[in-house]
C-alpha cells in the first residue's frame, strides 16, 4: 500500500498562480481580482498499519502421538483451559499415574507414621517416668520406714539373711526333740517360742532385701525412663525423616512427572478467543510443538505498525488519538488511541523503527484481522 500525503503546496506554484490570474485580467476592465483560498497543512503523522487481534497464540502438542480425538473446529469459541483435542495411548500412562498416586501415598503414610510413632513413644516415655517416679518414691518409703531387728543392724539385708537362717536353723534342730510333747510343755513352749523368734528374723531380714531389690529396681527403671525420654522428646531421628522425606519427595517428583504426560496428550486452548486455525483429523499422527491450531481474542481490534521511524515516534504518546481509515474501506473512519510504543527498536528498509500498537475505539462487521490501513495522528 502507498499513501501520498501533501503536507504544504509550494510557494512557486502559487506565485505562479497568482501570476497567470494577473495576466489574463485587461487592465483598463472594470473587474476585481480573484481571490485565493488559503492553503491548510496537515501536520500530524501519517504511516501504514495492519489490523491484529488484541492477542493470539499458536497452539501445538508437547509430545508425539497419534489424534485419538478431535473436540473442536475452526470457528468455535474456547475458554483457556478447554481440551481441544486428545492423543491415544493413554492407558500406559494413566497407570503409571495410579502408580505413582499409590507410591505417594505410601511414602506419605512411612512419613506420617514415623512422626506419630516417635510422638506416642515420646508420650510413653515420659508416663513411664512418672510411674518409675511414684515406684521409687514408694519403695524408699517402704525401706525408709522398715523397723530393722536390733539383732540385724550392724549387718546387711544379705548377710542377716545368712546369720538369720543360720538361727533359725539352730532353733528348729532345738526345737526338734520336744516338738512331739504336750502342748503345754513348758521346755516344748520355750524352745517353739525361739523357733517363732528366729523365723521371725529370718522373715524381716527377706523383707528388708526385698524393699531393697524392689527400690533398686524402681530406681534402674526411673534411669531408663528418663533415658529413653531424653531420647524421644525431640522426635523423631533425623537420619530416619531424612530417609522418609527423601521418598515423598522421589514419589512426588514421580507423580508429577506421569502427571505431566498424561496432560501433554490434551490439547489445551491457552487463552479465552475464536479458534481462526485448525489442522487436525482422527488418527493424524503429530509431532510435538508443530503448530496445529491458532487462536485468537477478537473481542478488541487493534492496528499495529512497525512505520514509525526514530524522527516520527518522539511524536507520538500513549493515549495519543488517532484517525485510521482501512484501504479496502475508504470510505470507513476509525478512530482509536496510542496503545503502546515498544522501547525497542528495530532496523526496517533502512530505517530505525518503533512497533506501536493502537487501540480502536469502534469495531465494524467488514474490518478483518490482517487488513491494511492509514493511520492519522493527531497533534495533542
Not at 141 to 169: G, H, K
Not at 171 to 195: G, V
Not at 321 to 330: K, M
Request: charged share 30%; with cysteine.
Amino acid at each position: 500500500m502507498k499513501h501520498t500525503d501533501l503536507k504544504t503546496i509550494p510557494l512557486f506554484l502559487l506565485l505562479s498562480m497568482l501570476l497567470a490570474a494577473c495576466g489574463g485580467l485587461n487592465p483598463d476592465a472594470n473587474t476585481q481580482p480573484t481571490e485565493i483560498p488559503p492553503v491548510q497543512a496537515e501536520t500530524g503523522v501519517v504511516v501504514e498499519g495492519r489490523i491484529v487481534p488484541r492477542k493470539w497464540v499458536d497452539i501445538s502438542f508437547a509430545t508425539n502421538g497419534q489424534v485419538a480425538e478431535v473436540l473442536v473446529n475452526k470457528g468455535d469459541q474456547v475458554k483457556k483451559g478447554d481440551v481441544l483435542a486428545r492423543l491415544g495411548d493413554r492407558e500406559q500412562i494413566e497407570a503409571q499415574v495410579a502408580s505413582a498416586e499409590l507410591e505417594l501415598a505410601n511414602a506419605q503414610k512411612t512419613l506420617n507414621d514415623l512422626n506419630d510413632t516417635a510422638e506416642s513413644q515420646r508420650v510413653e516415655a515420659l508416663r513411664r517416668v512418672s510411674r518409675a517416679t511414684i515406684a521409687v518414691r514408694d519403695a524408699k518409703y517402704n525401706l525408709e520406714n522398715f523397723s530393722i531387728p536390733t539383732n540385724q543392724a550392724n549387718l546387711t539385708a544379705a548377710e542377716a539373711i545368712d546369720v538369720m537362717r543360720e538361727r533359725l536353723d539352730a532353733a528348729y534342730a532345738a526345737f526338734e526333740p520336744y516338738k512331739y510333747r504336750s502342748e503345754t510343755d513348758d521346755t516344748r513352749e520355750d524352745f517353739l517360742e525361739k523357733l517363732d523368734e528366729a523365723q521371725g528374723d529370718l522373715n524381716a531380714a527377706v523383707r528388708r532385701l526385698d524393699y531393697e531389690n524392689e527400690l533398686a529396681a524402681a530406681e534402674a527403671d526411673l534411669n531408663q525412663a528418663r533415658q529413653d525420654y531424653e531420647e524421644l522428646k525431640e522426635g523423631p531421628k533425623s537420619e530416619d525423616i531424612a530417609i522418609a522425606e527423601a521418598r515423598v519427595s522421589a514419589a512426588t517428583t514421580s507423580l508429577e512427572a506421569a502427571k505431566a504426560n498424561l496432560e501433554n496428550l490434551d490439547l489445551v486452548a491457552t487463552i479465552d478467543g475464536t479458534i481462526t486455525k485448525f489442522d487436525l483429523d482422527p488418527g493424524e499422527q503429530v509431532i510435538a510443538n508443530q503448530t496445529v491450531a491458532e487462536i485468537a481474542d477478537l473481542s478488541q481490534l487493534y492496528v499495529e505498525t512497525d512505520n514509525l521511524t526514530e524522527i516520527e515516534v518522539p511524536k507520538i504518546t500513549e493515549g495519543q488519538s488517532v484517525t485510521v481509515i482501512p484501504d479496502a474501506i475508504p470510505d470507513l473512519e476509525l478512530t482509536g488511541v496510542v496503545d503502546e510504543i515498544s522501547k525497542f527498536f528495530e532496523e526496517k528498509r533502512g530505517d530505525i523503527t518503533y512497533t506501536t500498537r493502537i487501540l480502536l475505539n469502534d469495531l465494524d462487521p467488514r474490518l478483518r484481522w490482517g487488513m491494511t490501513v492509514l493511520v492519522r495522528f493527531q497533534e495533542e
